[in-house]
């Protein structure tokens, strides 16, 4: 209930100091610094405005009141409750969606508003991207680059009927992919295996952050009990839409049964994934993006069905911190596909199409410096 007069409490007393708010590439960032870890719920009303109310939190409304609102918002207002307190902004600009994180330290409260990148054939032909630039939003070089070549080691991933492995495929398409990459210039280019071994798939996560990438592809085949599901598909980290996509994330998931770890996260289910680590969503927007570009490539130089970009909680994308996405080049459980997996002009296409995906990509993001 909310008393008679304002309450407000000594500074030494209050336990939310600050709000503050970031441009990104893909939207705004907000961020709330506390001074001890608080339970909180964020919604968004029909206006766009987000409130967030903070359990047990307790601010200096006059504080909040009268500090200048950051550039990026139009507008901050707060209350404080008996035993909670609220916090609501008005971005200046529209968002297509928000989620919101808390960093490892507890103590700050992040809010994603992601705004839509739109995809353009051509960077020239884009109003969009000449109104970005010239407000200089983005400030992004995209170079390093890295390839993570599906399953490994014990982990054969799936078999086709005939016996290809997919183990097999996925790293002779990314040894491609490097090799094309490699001949570029401006680009710097790692693997997360360069050979048949198992590397656990949050190890894969880690190789990418640690090497500063800009941009992180996992490369696999798909499988289906259905022998007749056929086509390519590209995905992002986010809930699941559909049961087709759940079955995609548990096959690429299962990969965890040969890692020999306790950790607890082998039993969270695709949304829990996404719950793990909301940071990622900082770059939903530019992995949609690049998924985007990847599947238009993939049509372009391939004869099998499209089956669009979709998007799904896999534990490989979780952690990156970059634009990251997982490509289902073909069916290895279907016969006739099969068939073009094992040819070596067919991989080769797959890894041309990723390639001119992600030019497309830094000469996108790049002009908008």
């Given at each position: ?366 002009s908008l410096k």
């Open positions: 209930m909310v008393t008679n007069a304002p309450l407000t409490f000594p500074t030494n007393h209050v336990n939310i100091l600050s709000l503050q708010a970031t441009e990104k590439v893909n939207g705004t960032l907000v961020e709330i610094f506390l001074a001890q870890p608080l339970q909180f719920e964020v919604f968004s009303d029909q206006d766009q405005t987000i409130n967030i109310n903070i359990f047990k939190g307790r601010l200096d409304t006059v504080y909040f009141n009268m500090m200048k609102s950051p550039d990026q918002l139009a507008w901050i207002k707060t209350c404080q409750f008996e035993n909670s307190a609220q916090i609501s902004f008005k971005p200046r600009k529209p968002f297509v969606n928000y989620t919101h994180n808390v960093m490892t330290d507890s103590t700050r409260i992040q809010i994603s508003l992601i705004g839509e990148v739109p995809i353009v054939d051509s960077v020239e032909s884009s109003p969009v991207d000449s109104s970005r630039r010239e407000e200089g939003l983005l400030d992004v070089s995209i170079g390093r680059i890295v390839i993570d070549p599906g399953h490994g080691g014990e982990d054969s991933g799936a078999v086709g009927k005939n016996g290809l492995i997919e183990k097999e495929v996925t790293l002779d398409i990314a040894n491609r992919l490097k090799m094309l990459l490699d001949n570029e210039k401006g680009f710097a280019v790692f693997l997360t295996r360069d050979k048949d071994e198992l590397v656990p798939l949050e190890r894969r996560a880690e190789i990418a952050n640690r090497n500063k990438a800009d941009l992180f592809i996992s490369i696999h085949t798909n499988a289906s009990k259905k022998g007749s599901a056929q086509g390519f598909e590209t995905y992002f980290l986010s809930a699941a839409k559909n049961e087709d996509a759940r079955t995609v994330a548990a096959l690429e998931n299962s990969s965890l049964r040969f890692e020999r770890t306790s950790d607890s996260s082998q039993n969270l289910s695709d949304i829990d994934f996404i719950l793990m680590d909301l940071v990622q969503n900082e770059f939903l927007a530019e992995s949609s993006d690049l998924a985007s570009l990847i599947q238009r490539h993939l049509k372009r130089e391939l004869t099998i069905p499209d089956r669009g970009v979709n998007q799904a909680g896999f534990v490989v994308l979780n952690k990156t911190y970059m634009p990251s996405v997982l490509v289902e080049t073909a069916f290895i459980s279907n016969q006739e596909e099969e068939a073009l997996l094992k040819k070596d002009s067919f991989r080769q296409q797959v890894a041309q199409a990723i390639f001119e995906s992600i030019k497309q990509f830094r000469q996108k993001y790049e």
